[in-house]
């Protein structure tokens, strides 16, 4: 397995939330502000990495009987520790994703890397693929966060890009994409528009057509 592969295909060829789609529930929580995107990728990806490194590291003395348990262990840990450097360097942001970076733990992305691939492979492709997973998850977040809050108060991270109506310019806000239900169109359409481009990852479907002869339809 090559090391770039391990690196890239998770960020557009088998993104973890457009070709997989886990991870969706904080997409859709935290993406009405870029700033909460960015952080939280950061998050998740710093979360991956050291989970898979550690995990990697220790597969080979792992027993079958406690190995979920052990992952989950290690997974909390290394949230509680990006929790609380949130509330020591940034107490603004971390208020306001509030449990959303605990609720990592139970991100299907990061026991879904530790189980399929840290477990198998040695630390260095399992940071590779941590990495890798944390890019294009957090790619999906900015993408989803840019056109919501960009469209929905016409700045992006504080700046005004666009100038209101209110303040004399052209362009009325839509409020609604600030809305979490709002986010479900946006990532429906994203994952239309990736799989439009890539009709290998549409899934075929799970039911066949059954045709009856005469006899049969009897």
Same mark, same amino acid.
């Given at each position: ?25 904080? !997409? +859709? *929580?935290?993406?009405?502000? @870029?700033? #909460?995107? %960015?952080?939280?990728? $950061?998050? &998740?990806?710093? =979360?991956? /990495? ?73 630390? !260095? +492709? *399992?940071?590779?693929?941590? @990495?890798? #997973?944390? %890019?294009?998850?957090? $790619?999906? &977040?900015?993408? =989803?966060? /840019? ?72």
């Amino acid at each position: 397995m090559k090391a770039r592969d391990v690196l890239l295909n998770p960020i557009i060829g088998d993104n973890p939330v457009t070709r997989q789609v886990l991870g969706i529930c904080s !997409a +859709l *929580a935290i993406t009405n502000s @870029l700033r #909460n995107a %960015l952080v939280m990728g $950061l998050a &998740l990806t710093a =979360v991956l /990495v050291t989970a898979n490194v550690t995990i990697s590291l220790l597969r080979r003395h792992l027993p079958a009987s406690v190995r979920l348990l052990v992952q989950m262990t290690i997974i909390a840990s290394a949230v509680i520790v990006a929790d609380e450097f949130l509330r020591a360097y940034a107490p603004e942001i971390s208020r306001t994703l509030s449990v959303f970076v605990g609720l990592i733990v139970t991100n299907c992305i990061v026991l879904g890397r530790t189980e399929s691939f840290a477990l198998r492979y040695n630390p !260095a +492709l *399992a940071a590779l693929d941590g @990495l890798g #997973n944390g %890019l294009g998850y957090s $790619l999906v &977040l900015v993408i =989803v966060a /840019v056109i919501r809050e960009l469209l929905g108060s016409g700045s992006l991270l504080g700046v005004s890009l666009l100038p209101l109506v209110a303040d004399g310019g052209w362009f009325q806000p839509i409020a609604l994409l600030l809305l979490p239900p709002s986010a479900f169109f946006v990532i429906a359409g994203l994952i239309w528009l990736v799989r439009s481009r890539r009709p290998e990852q549409v899934e075929q479907p799970e039911v066949r057509e059954i045709t009856l002869t005469r006899m049969e339809r009897r």
